[in-house]
């Protein structure tokens, strides 16, 4: 599993509260993703990070920031919950072995109400 | 922007038939990759094309990239209940970015 854990790995919360998703690695790899997958819709890039404090965005960053303040954590933020937020978030590592493949944490599962 | 579709979006079969899913991309790509994702899980790393043209094989599943390296599709000879779940093909975007197709949901019949 690449030494991916994100946590919590599973979430309810009410609309319109902050909610942190964290992701921790163990390897020191240099980037790392945040997706969101829903039916219909596949996995969509929502921020990525490339190294400490260096972050950007993906296809469906709104209504979401990250931060890196450590090589080994991730976090993902929802500022403000909104229903439409409810999904499961998936964060990956690139290992750059083979390539630029990614190795995917075990997902967390969100439900907003 | 970028984008990468595959079809069918489903697919269901009796164990024992084959099974392909095509991946289609707007853009040209300098290799494409393969995951599967169980029912509840998280996707997993299954090959990397790099070449146009190039086959490759794992057991029963065969890759192509094809040779505008703008399509590819993954065959599965005589699928088994093990071979259930949602195929994800995926290509380099701008600047470090993943992008995945839509992914082919396979149910099989015993």
């Known amino acids: 599993d690449a030494g991916i854990t994100q946590s919590p790995r599973h979430k309810v919360t009410e609309t319109g509260t902050p909610v942190t998703l964290r992701c921790h690695q163990t390897?020191?790899?240099?980037?790392m993703y945040w997706y969101r997958q829903d039916p219909g819709h596949g996995l969509r890039l929502i921020h990525y990070s490339y190294g400490v404090k260096d972050t950007d965005k993906g296809e469906v960053s709104d209504g979401y920031s990250v931060s890196r303040s450590k090589t080994e954590d991730f976090l993902l933020t929802l500022e403000s919950a909104t229903s439409s937020q409810t999904s499961v978030y998936f964060c990956?590592?690139?290992?750059?072995?083979?390539?630029?493949?990614?190795?995917f944490g075990e997902g967390s599962w969100l439900t907003v109400v | 922007g970028q984008q990468v579709m595959q079809i069918p979006q489903y697919q269901h079969v009796q164990e024992g038939e084959d099974f392909t899913t095509y991946c289609n991309s707007s853009?040209?790509?300098?290799?494409i990759q393969w995951y599967k994702q169980r029912p509840g899980g998280h996707p997993v790393f299954l090959i990397q094309?790099?070449?146009?043209?190039e086959v490759k094989k794992q057991k029963r599943l065969t890759f192509q990239f094809g040779e505008a390296k703008k399509n590819s599709s993954l065959h599965i000879t005589a699928t088994q209940t093990t071979d259930v779940g949602t195929y994800f093909c995926a290509g380099p975007g701008a600047t470090n970015k993943l992008i995945f197709g839509t992914g082919t949901l396979l149910a099989v019949q015993p």
């Open positions: 990956a590592i690139r290992t750059g072995q083979p390539g630029n493949t990614i190795y």
């Open positions: 094309l790099v070449k146009s043209g």
């Open positions: 390897e020191n790899h240099r980037y």
């Open positions: 853009t040209t790509l300098s290799n």
